[in-house]
């Protein structure tokens, strides 16, 4: 398996000010860093209380056409595919975006402003794998002549075929690195066209759209300011594609070919992705051997009960191994003619696997992790010599310095062993 990159955040704030695109409203902009696996969180602090959406497509609505928008309860924020394509195309998993009004600001039309505030304000890597979409097969949407397809591949790669009436077609395809996204995507302006304009106008949106953030285009397909790439259309259409893909809060490793699709066709392509299943469990992670484990846990020979760690998700879950040898030194004296892995020293491997985690998302130097309390312990076959337990365990309550902890232990595809249990931290 590949080695995720570290999530990141940004390293200082930033403010930008503006007015947004769809309402015309002024607007005060100031991004934040946040912890590791918080994800992108909009908080609207001219609301009493300072309500806060996190992007996520369970909470994208349709408020608005021609844009993205999301809410959380009575709380919306519209036009936030600008911004999301800047910090999903920079890798910023995770900031707070506050905003004293209910949309972003339009700036010149392109992400690229927001790609310079963000690299002035530089980035920093936190300790927790990044997320990915990662497929093992392709999956697709499509809708009369709309279609979205994302092909298994070993990093990010867009192509997008775009075509109107008043336009030539457009097809594009780009690899996208933070790189190559600040220099090729993010510099793309939102278009319109001439003879839509009076039509947008009657559905209240475009208030703050102007001929300085908006290409217009004539009847000819003339555009009102020089391009900034004479491919400049099908650019806009990628950038807004990956904003749109962040809904997910992680971009797919993947090949995504998008022919004639928008906003709305987007976000039910994310949607239709969760309920694949394709947004589960989708941290890629190598396995951390024993001595790296040691790194975390005080255990030692022969009290260590992990031998390495195949699988994890930061405060969520985790897979460990731990084989089982004939010269373990419990054998000597437990039923030596018919060795038996006592019980408890299975929920031991469950707990010192849960410590490792726990310690590693929210310990403090210093601390370890103790038992505190162990309940439906059930013993369903025995481990003897020659076993591989798997061992799962899976975060069910997290506090500042408790995990209340489900733990299953795998002979094969036989349940050996299951228990709740509570680990705490404390120092030395």
Known sequence: MEKADSQQTIQNEITMTGTG???????????????????????????????????????????????????????????????????????????????????????????LPYIKNIQTAGLVSQEAPRHVIALTEPFSLSSGDRQLVLLPADALEVTFVYAHPQTTPQIATFKITPESYASDIAPARSFCFENEIEALKA???????????????????????????????????????????????HLPKAHVIAMRTGHTFHAEFVQALAEAGHLERTLVQEPIEVMDIYEVLPHRHPMCMVDRVIEYESKKRAVGI????????????????????????????????????????????????????ISKATFRRAVV????????????????????????????????????????????
């Open 385 to 428: 010599p020659g076993d591989q337990l798997r061992l799962e365990i899976e975060v069910a309550q997290l506090r500042s310095r408790l995990a209340r902890i489900e733990g299953r232990v795998y002979v094969g595809d036989e349940l050996a062993t299951e228990a709740e249990l509570s680990i705490v931290l404390a120092s030395v």
């Open 203 to 249: 559905l209240g949106i475009g208030k703050g759209a102007s001929y300085d953030n908006v290409l217009v285009i004539d009847a000819a397909g003339e555009p009102s300011t020089p391009l900034r790439f004479d491919d400049e259309f099908v650019r806009h259409k990628i950038l807004d594609l990956i904003g749109d893909l962040y809904l997910a809060g």
């Open 322 to 373: 731990k084989n089982v040898t004939y010269n373990e030194p419990i054998f000597e004296g437990h039923f030596p003619t018919r060795p038996v892995m006592p019980g408890v020293l299975q929920i031991e491997a469950l707990a010192q696997l849960a410590a490792w985690l726990v310690l590693r998302d929210i310990g403090k130097e210093g601390e370890l992790g103790y038992f505190r309390s």
């Open 21 to 111: 695109l769809m309402l015309g409203q002024p607007v005060t902009l100031t991004l934040k860093p946040a912890p590791e696996d918080s994800g992108i969180v909009f908080r609207r602090v001219d609301i009493d209380g300072s309500p806060e959406v996190k992007v996520s497509q369970e909470n994208w609505a349709d408020i608005l056409p021609r844009c993205t928008s999301l809410r959380s309860g009575d709380t919306t924020v519209s036009s936030v595919e600008h911004i999301l394509s800047a910090l999903g195309g920079l890798g910023v998993d995770n900031a707070i975006v506050e905003l004293d009004a209910p949309e972003p600001p339009g700036l010149d039309g392109s992400a």
